[in-house]
């Protein structure tokens, strides 16, 4: 760690040493890398630039989000899309939370539709968080969603139904909902009770006019967690929960 990074807030360090870890463990030369969205993803951004320069690397990166893509050409980085490259050697991402069951909520940011296509098209799916993110419970946060806008009070009753309440998603520095690099609206659905995330997950899609949600039980691959001073490596974690989803 740099005396730069020294100098973060302890939940930063985290993210940090997280990052780091997974590029040193997990990304090799000639990858093909999924990069996910988020905070401790540009950390991961910045020390893949330096690591590129430094070992002179041939690695090409696909973006998941329109954010992501300004944060790797500024770094200078190969960027290329899925159409040209439809499998990934790995995709690293970070999540919103993380549960003991090894649930992911993601979406916080609004690129929860391109991270599941990118997460299923990876070889491997690595999720890089700091300690703060998990383990958490479901209810401690909403699930993202994206929806079509003609569909925004279509959904309104079905959601209902599932045992949620949906709720559209106001951001700062504009009028209206937040839109998605999609051009379609996020919103966030809340949950009262328990659920069952397989089955949420599935149905919420089920809706007519839902895009995609930010529940991800698909397989992770590998589980970074970066604490201040140390970094915890769970392999396999989905094959290490105890409970039927």
Not at 84 to 91: A, R, V
Not at 95 to 122: C, N, P, Q, R
Not at 147 to 170: C, D, M, Q
Request: proline share 5%; glycine share 8%.
């Amino acid at each position: 760690m740099t005396t730069t990074d020294n100098n973060l807030p302890q939940k930063e360090k985290a993210k940090v040493l997280a990052a780091k870890k997974t590029l040193e463990d997990f990304v090799f030369d000639d990858f093909i890398v999924g990069i996910g969205t988020g905070s401790t993803i540009k950390y991961f951004i910045k020390a893949l630039s330096e690591l590129v320069v430094q070992d002179e690397l041939e690695i090409i990166t696909v973006p998941s989000s329109f954010e992501t893509h300004l944060e790797l050409a500024r770094s200078g980085l190969s960027i290329s899309t899925l159409v040209e490259f439809p499998e990934l050697d790995t995709y690293v991402d970070s999540a919103d939370i993380v549960t003991s069951d090894y649930v992911l909520l993601k979406g916080g940011g609004g690129a929860l539709t391109m991270e599941k296509i990118m997460a299923k098209a990876a070889k491997e799916f690595i999720v890089v968080i700091d300690n703060s993110k998990y383990p958490k419970d479901l209810l401690s946060h909403p699930v993202p969603i994206e929806i079509l806008p003609l569909a925004v009070n279509t959904v309104v009753e079905p959601i209902y139904n599932l045992g949620g309440e949906f709720k559209l998603r106001y951001g700062k520095g504009k009028i209206g909902p937040v839109i998605s690099d999609n051009g379609n609206i996020i919103g966030d659905v809340y949950f009262k009770q328990q659920y069952n995330p397989k089955e949420i997950e599935r149905n919420l899609n089920n809706i007519p006019g839902v895009i995609e949600n930010g529940i991800f039980t698909l397989d992770i691959h590998r589980l970074i967690i970066g604490h201040p001073d140390s970094v915890e490596i769970i392999d396999q974690p989905s094959s290490h929960s105890k409970k039927e989803l």
